[in-house]
């Protein structure tokens, strides 16, 4: 499968995991915990299959080289609003706020990705080269899943 279609799917499974989160009720800190902690891990992942298969392949191409080293400090800044996020109890006043600026990096970042990269990736890249990729992709996937939590 098209590493390209993959990725989007993530996409699509962030965004709905943070706008679950952000309409979240502040009474309900436990359901925030828990879709927190799934966004969080959904985004970990993500972010190093990206940067692990798919940005290094990219940066070698003078098209996307720039939008690879920009994708690779928007992921530095998502890690550090989780951090913040993780060390914030869903109680505190600012924890919101923070969540509302994580939505907006990563819808950010996402638009980006998929208005710019993506198709600049369809013109340096073959066919072959996303499929393999792809499959690169569900075999780290399927690695986490099968992996024992820690």
């Known amino acids: 499968m098209n590493i390209l279609d993959l990725l989007k799917t993530d996409h699509n499974k962030v965004k709905e995991i943070i706008s679950t989160l952000c309409e979240t009720s502040n009474t309900a800190i436990k359901t925030q915990l828990k879709l927190f902690n799934t966004l969080k891990e959904e985004l ?3 972010e ?3 940067e692990i298969i798919f940005y290094p392949a990219l940066k070698k191409h003078q098209e996307t080289k720039d939008l ?5 400090e928007e992921h530095h800044v998502i890690d550090l609003i989780l951090e913040e996020l993780e060390k914030t109890e869903p109680k505190e006043e600012n924890w919101k706020p923070k969540l509302t600026v994580l939505k907006e990096n990563l819808e950010h970042h996402i638009k ?3 208005n710019d990269l993506f198709p600049k990736t369809k013109k340096v ?3 072959t080269t996303l499929n ?6 569900l075999l780290m996937k399927k690695d ?5 939590a820690l």
């Open 44 to 46: 970990e992942l993500h």
């Open 48 to 50: 190093k299959i990206e």
């Open 68 to 72: 690879v080293l920009e994708a690779f």
């Open 112 to 114: 980006e990705e998929e």
């Open 125 to 127: 890249l073959d066919q």
């Open 132 to 137: 393999e990729m792809g499959e690169k992709m």
């Open 144 to 148: 986490k899943q099968s992996s024992p």
